[in-house]
C-alpha cells in the first residue's frame, strides 16, 4: 500500500486539531492523507442496534472530517475508514502504512502539563513507525513565528524544528526525520543535546586542560553525529544547545519555541512489554509543540 500520512479522527476537538495538522504534513509531504475512525465491535449472531449506531456515527465523523478539509485543502487527496476494532489496535495496524501517523491529544493543563491519554501513549509505545502527538487548541500559526507587530500569523516563517539527540543511542531514523522536518519547513534544527558536568566543574572547582577532556570529547562526538547530515542538507541552520542535566525538561523549554519537537524511542521487545523512556515521556506530556516519536532499534 502507497505510503500515507494516516490520522485517527473520533470527533473531539483533539482528533480535530490532529486532523489539521496531519493535513497540512500531507501537503509538506506530497502524501495523501488517510483518516481512520476506530470503534470496538464484539461480533454477535445478529448485529445490534448500537454496532449500526455506531457505524453511522463514525460514517458523518468521517463524512464531516473530509468536506472540513477539502475546503481547507482543495487538492489534497483523502481516504477514510471505519475499523471495528479497539482504538489502539486499529491505529497500530494503520501505523504500518503512516508516514507519519498522527494522532490527538487532550490539551495542556496547568496542573498536569500535557494530558497524552491512555491511546496515544500506547500506540507511541508500540508502534514501529513514526508517530506525531497534537495537542488539543494547536493551530497553524502557532508552527509560525510571530509578524512584524507580535502577532500570530500562518504566513511567516517556520519556528523551530528540536531534536532531542542522544548521543549514546544516536539513530539515523530520528536524526533524518528531524532534518526532513526542518528541510520541508525552511526552519531551523535546533539540536538538543544533554549531559552531566564533570565533577570538577559540578562543584566549581578549577579547571584543569588535561583534565578537561570529557567537554572536548562531547563537542567532538555531537560534531561527528551531525556531520554527514549537514552535508545532506546544506541548506538546513543547525544549531546546537547543550543541556546539563535533565535533557527532558530542556526539551520541554524548547518546545515553547518550536513548530515540532523530534525524540526517539528505543524498540525493546521484552516480556515486561513496551515503555516510551524518561525523556520521551517526559516531553510527550508537558511540551506545547506537536511531538514526533521516531522508533529506533
Known amino acids: 500500500m502507497p505510503r500515507t500520512v494516516t490520522v485517527g479522527v473520533d470527533g473531539s476537538p483533539e482528533s480535530l486539531a490532529a486532523m489539521r495538522w496531519a493535513a497540512r504534513e500531507a501537503e509538506r509531504r506530497d502524501l495523501p492523507l488517510h483518516l481512520v475512525h476506530a470503534w470496538d465491535w464484539q461480533p454477535q449472531a445478529q448485529p445490534v442496534p ?3 449506531a455506531h457505524r453511522h456515527w463514525g460514517g458523518r465523523v468521517l463524512r464531516e472530517a473530509t468536506e472540513q478539509l ?3 485543502h482543495p487538492d489534497l487527496r483523502i481516504t477514510s475508514e471505519q475499523v471495528p476494532r479497539p482504538p489502539v489496535t486499529a491505529l497500530l495496524s494503520a501505523s504500518a502504512d503512516a508516514d507519519p501517523l498522527v494522532i490527538g491529544s487532550r490539551g495542556l493543563s496547568g496542573l498536569t502539563g500535557f494530558l497524552v491519554g491512555s491511546v496515544g501513549l500506547a500506540v507511541a509505545a508500540q508502534t514501529e513507525r513514526p508517530v506525531v502527538l497534537v495537542r488539543s487548541g494547536a493551530r497553524p500559526e502557532d508552527e509560525h513565528q510571530p509578524d512584524a507587530d507580535g502577532r500570530a500569523s500562518a504566513a511567516t516563517p517556520y519556528r523551530d524544528v528540536v531534536l532531542g539527540l542522544d548521543r549514546e543511542h544516536a539513530d539515523d531514523a ?9 528541510a520541508r519547513r525552511t526552519a531551523r534544527l535546533r539540536v538538543v543535546h544533554g549531559w552531566s558536568l564533570p565533577p570538577y566543574l559540578a562543584y566549581g572547582l578549577p579547571v584543569d586542560p588535561a583534565l578537561d577532556l570529557p567537554v572536548r570529547e562531547e563537542t567532538s562526538v555531537i560534531e561527528s553525529v551531525l556531520a554527514p547530515w549537514r552535508a545532506k542538507y546544506p541548506g538546513v541552520e543547525v544549531v546546537e544547545q547543550s543541556a546539563v542535566g535533565d535533557a527532558g525538561r530542556h526539551l520541554v523549554d524548547a518546545a515553547a519555541d518550536a513548530s515540532l519537537v523530534v525524540v ?5 521487545r521484552t516480556p515486561v512489554g513496551t515503555r516510551i523512556g524518561p525523556v520521551a515521556h517526559a516531553v510527550l506530556h508537558h511540551a506545547a509543540a506537536p511531538v514526533a516519536v521516531v522508533p529506533h532499534e
Do not use: N
Not at 174 to 182: D, P
Not at 264 to 268: D, H, I, P, Q, T
Open 264 to 268: 526517539g524511542r528505543r524498540v525493546r
Open 50 to 52: 448500537d454496532d449500526a
Open 70 to 72: 477539502h475546503a481547507l
Open 174 to 182: 530520528v536524526i533524518g526525520f528531524a532534518f526532513e522536518a526542518a
